[in-house]
T-cell receptor
Framework: NAGVTQTPKFQVLKTGQSMTLQCAQD?????MYWYRQDPGMGLRLIYY???????DKGEVPNGYNVSRLNKREFSLRLESAAPSQTSVYFC??????????????FGQGTRLTVV | SQELEQSPQSLIVQEGKNLTINCTSS?????LYWYKQKYGEGLIFLMM?????EEKSHEKITAKLDEKKQQSSLHITASQPSHAGIYLC??????????????FGPGTSLSVIP
């Protein structure tokens, strides 16, 4: 049972380069999310997709774009990487909303360094 | 906007000792999640609390949500090295939208010394 799969696990970019972080879930979940985690700041929501075909901005969307390619896949794109985007990125998914014990499943994370 | 604070920021305990981690919100919480993260790994869901005064347990970990739904505590009894990691509390924002976004606290780093 793969759950949420993120690729790559590690990436080093030069300032100005672009890249796409891939995320796929095999649990038939409707909602998917991208977070970034920085020391002392916890997880912050970048973008989310409540259902296939919809995407919305989270707390820190600037410098990122997303695509909900289908129900399984939700990608995060950095068009022009900046050192401030050095972080650990987590993708997550959840079945539906507002249910007791709604659980979000997280990927293993992508450690991105922008030099 | 809603903010979550966690205390302590880091904790080092000897194996077998009990410990408590706190999560405080600036606003009333709708749902409060506790996650555990090991370094370099993803997050593991521990439990979710929704009702004021609610308490849930999983193995040696107990989480409580106060009556006012603004503070939660995570208590570990007889800690073991396997409990080491970063504990994050997360909360649903109170705004009713198509998705109630979850925000997270800064995390509490727990080390358990054998």
């Amino acid at each position: 049972n793969a759950g949420v799969t993120q690729t790559p696990k590690f990436q080093v970019l030069k300032t100005g380069q672009s890249m796409t972080l891939q995320c796929a879930q095999d649990m038939n979940h409707n909602s998917m999310y991208w977070y970034r985690q920085d020391p002392g700041m916890g997880l912050r929501l970048i973008y989310y997709s409540a259902s296939e075909g919809t995407t919305d901005k989270g707390e820190v969307p600037n410098g990122y774009n997303v695509s909900r390619l289908n129900k399984r896949e939700f990608s995060l794109r950095l068009e022009s990487a900046a050192p401030s985007q050095t972080s650990v990125y987590f993708c997550a998914s959840s079945e539906t909303l507002r249910q007791e014990n709604t659980e979000a499943f997280f990927g293993q994370g992508t450690r991105l360094t922008v030099v | 906007s809603q903010e979550l604070e966690q205390s302590p920021q880091s904790l080092i305990v000897q194996e077998g000792k009990n410990l408590t981690i706190n999560c405080t919100s600036s606003k009333t919480l709708y749902g409060l999640y506790w996650y555990k993260q090991k370094y370099g790994e993803g997050l593991i869901f521990l439990m979710m609390l929704q009702k004021g005064g609610e308490e849930k347990s999983h193995e040696k970990i107990t989480a409580k949500l106060d009556e006012k739904k603004q503070q939660s505590s995570l208590h570990i009894t007889a800690s073991q090295p396997s409990h080491a990691g970063i504990y994050l509390c997360g909360a649903e924002t109170p705004i009713k939208t198509s998705y109630d976004k979850v925000i997270f606290g800064p995390g509490t780093s727990l080390s358990v010394i054998p």
